[in-house]
């Protein structure tokens, strides 16, 4: 019996219209496009703006990739919602998304890994296909960061944009999808890069509030000098392991974090910079969006039984690789 793969069989995904570009940021904090495109290579990213919640993007994405495969929503056994900024600490965003595309035969949950998290959720819902226990899983990957960044703070608010994007998981016996993954985790970086208040250890309160504690912290220098060495290490290992060389991998997917740490990926591997998908320039970081978005900004270049990794850097420290062959 041949073994069943956990295959991509669609992709879709959804960014918000606004546009907030270098320049417009140039009047909120003291900085200038040359400064930002040379440290990080982004020039614009999307902002939800309104009162909508990640879980909003989300019903745009899956509803294009349900028209995409020609399904409807009550097919969907499982919904991985992958975000650092659900609607709301409970009920999950997942459980939310199955409502308002009435998924009604779908159980979910929200996965948080920081950016890494889309990658932890795709290694995770192959799982549930592998098995056997469910033939089609939603996985989700999209975050507001707009709602938690402070923009007054140069160093994160030129970084971060909105925007989610969804793949479907199913069965797939000719040895297409999703090979093998490596997932690590280190808490002790948790200090230089998090969100200090809003959870049971510090809940909100005047002080929090008044100490800008619900806004993203990040201690940059700390976090680029672990990201651009563990994020390029577990992609070059993950090529080691399957006997994959520059010259048969056809894409690396990276998390969209810093135009930086993403050439020192690709150089660490030896993949020619034809082959990585790159759309940071346009959209910054949008944690969980990033590797969906990219997925679905290149669907058209994609062809069946292409080899691509895929590797993410997120705080906490979390980070990873999976290899992926293309199912159509």
Request: charged share 20%.
């Amino acid at each position: 019996m041949s073994k069943v793969h956990a295959a991509i069989t669609a992709v879709n995904a959804y960014v918000p219209e606004y546009i907030l570009t270098n320049k417009e940021l140039e009047g909120m904090v003291e900085t200038n496009d040359e400064w930002i495109v040379s440290r990080t290579g982004i020039k614009e990213r999307r902002i939800l703006k309104g009162n909508l919640g990640t879980s909003d993007m989300a019903v745009y994405a899956v509803d294009g990739l349900l028209k995409k495969r020609g399904i409807s929503a009550e097919e969907i056994d499982l919904i991985i919602f992958c975000t650092t900024t659900p609607d709301m600490v409970f009920p999950a965003s997942a459980n939310l998304l199955a409502n308002k595309i009435g998924a009604v035969n779908a159980w979910g949950y929200d996965l948080n890994a920081a950016c890494s998290g889309f990658l932890f959720g795709l290694a995770t819902g192959s799982q549930f296909i592998e098995t056997g226990k469910h033939q089609k899983v939603l996985v989700v990957g999209g975050d507001k960061m707009s709602s938690i960044i402070n923009y007054k703070d140069r160093t994160s608010c030129i970084i971060f944009g909105d925007g989610c994007g969804a793949v479907l998981l199913e069965p797939n016996t000719e040895g297409y999808g999703v090979i093998d993954s490596i997932l690590k985790s280190d808490g002790s970086g948790g200090p230089y890069l998090c969100q200090k208040a809003g959870g049971s250890l510090r809940p909100a309160s005047h002080e929090t509030v008044d100490n800008d504690e619900h806004f993203l912290y990040q201690e940059g220098q700390a976090v680029f000098k672990f990201a651009v060495t563990n994020m390029a290490d577990v992609a070059a290992e993950i090529m080691d392991r399957n006997n994959l060389t520059s010259d048969n991998v056809d894409w690396l997917v990276p998390h969209q974090a810093n135009k930086r740490i993403i050439d020192a990926t690709s150089n660490r591997c030896g993949i020619d910079s034809e082959k990585v998908m790159i759309n940071i320039e346009k959209y910054g970081n949008t944690t969980n969006g990033t590797i969906p978005l990219c997925l679905w900004e290149w669907e058209s270049k994609l062809k069946k039984g292409d080899n691509l990794v895929l590797a993410a850097f997120g705080g906490g420290f979390t980070w990873g690789s999976l290899y992926l062959k293309w199912a159509y």
